[in-house]
């Protein structure tokens, strides 16, 4: 009996002692190598919107297929903007067939100039010299009256085709195919080319298509999101962990991660950057007093914080936005944290599996 109480004691001691020293090793672990199953694959959803409104009239794509850069996806039915490209070169043939008109009045008006010059110099010289014989008695008052009022109409008559040219030179502007029309009919047509390049939804990087609702016979509504594409170049992964986890985060700190999706399969990354704040701390200015927490719990929840990692390679194809993963983060100037992180994230993985 005695040694049966004495062989109890010694397992409760060491049980005692192993747990202990396993809450040690939670206690120092959590700041050196702290790990995270609150961790997910993240990225950008872009909402692509067509430019222009119209029938869907090809779709070609399917629903989470990979696309390239420039890849079409849909196309819209381009009959009315291929007749507005129409419409708009010939309004371009028109601004061009108004300029050449003004051109050819330009050099009427020019001629308008030299013939009105031509009549007020005679007509200057007329009054100039019956304005001398006049002086002299040789002529009447009146002869000399009317020599100067032909003077006066003819230098009117010059100033009018003067201004006239001037007029037409404006229209027509410095350069030629730059007068006004041509260049607003110009920019019509650019326009018009524009909205029917736009009847072509092509995509804007590498990435995928998701959640297609869209079909052959659908109204597309110009700057209305039709599809949702994610990059892939933009997936990444990012891990909450509490906040004294995240203290001896530094610049050689980098981590392994697992995803549940691939059980046992372990990934280097690095840490790109902790974000600077949480939504819990943000307010808004609103006039009003400050809204105090109030939390009645003696152990409150302590607070996560995002930790942003990137890697040097792509994510594996089995991935999705909001997939699962497990983080371990160490310091890869020390051997000992970093086995032991290999270790614990690797215990992880495969309990993931089971689980």
Same mark, same amino acid.
């Given at each position: ?129 019956? #304005? $001398? ?8 008052? *009146? %002869?000399?009256? /009317? +020599?100067?009022?032909?003077?006066? @109409? ?68 110009? #700057? $209305? ?8 170049? *933009? %997936?990444?992964? /990012? +891990?909450?962990?509490?906040?004294? @986890? ?110």
């Amino acid at each position: 009996m005695a040694n049966a109480d004495t062989t109890f004691r010694r397992w409760m001691k060491g049980l005692i002692i192993l747990f202990l020293l396993f809450m040690g090793y939670i206690i120092v672990a959590d700041r050196h190598i702290p790990l995270t199953t609150e961790s997910r694959v993240r990225g950008y959803v872009v909402q692509i919107a067509p430019e222009v409104s119209g029938n869907i009239t090809s779709v070609s794509i399917t629903n989470n297929q990979k696309v390239k850069k420039g890849e079409v996806l849909l196309t819209i039915d381009p009959s009315k903007y291929e007749l507005a490209v129409d419409r708009a070169k010939l309004v371009l043939q028109q601004s061009y067939e108004q300029e050449k008109s003004l051109l050819a009045q330009v050099e009427a008006a020019k001629a308008n100039v030299a013939t009105s010059q031509a009549n007020y110099d005679n007509a200057r010289n007329e009054y100039g010299r019956i #304005n $001398k014989l006049a002086q002299k008695k040789l002529v009447s008052a *009146s %002869m000399r009256d /009317s +020599a100067f009022a032909k003077d006066r @109409s003819a230098l009117s008559t010059l100033h009018s085709a003067q201004q006239q040219l001037l007029a037409v030179e404006a229209k027509l502007g410095n350069t030629v195919g730059e007068t006004t029309p041509v260049m607003s009919a110009k920019n019509a047509l650019k326009q018009a080319e524009l909205d029917l390049a736009h009847t072509k939804i092509i995509a804007p990087s590498y990435g995928v298509i998701t959640n297609l609702q869209v079909d052959v016979g659908t109204m597309a509504t110009a #700057n $209305k999101p039709m599809l949702t594409f994610i990059p892939t170049s *933009s %997936m990444s992964v /990012s +891990a909450d962990y509490r906040e004294k @986890s995240t203290a001896l985060i530094n610049k050689d700190s980098v981590a392994y991660v697992t995803y549940d999706a691939l059980p046992g399969q372990v990934f280097n990354f690095h840490i790109a950057n902790r974000d600077f704040g949480v939504a819990a701390a943000q307010e808004t200015p609103n006039g009003q007093l400050s809204a105090v927490e109030v939390n009645n719990r003696w152990v409150r929840d302590a607070q996560r914080v995002r930790v942003n990692l990137t890697s040097d390679t792509p994510l594996p194809h089995q991935l999705f936005i909001g997939s699962r993963a497990t983080v371990v983060i160490y310091s890869d100037n020390s051997l000992l944290w970093q086995t032991l992180a290999s270790i614990q994230i690797r215990l992880a993985s495969w309990l993931h599996y089971i689980y």
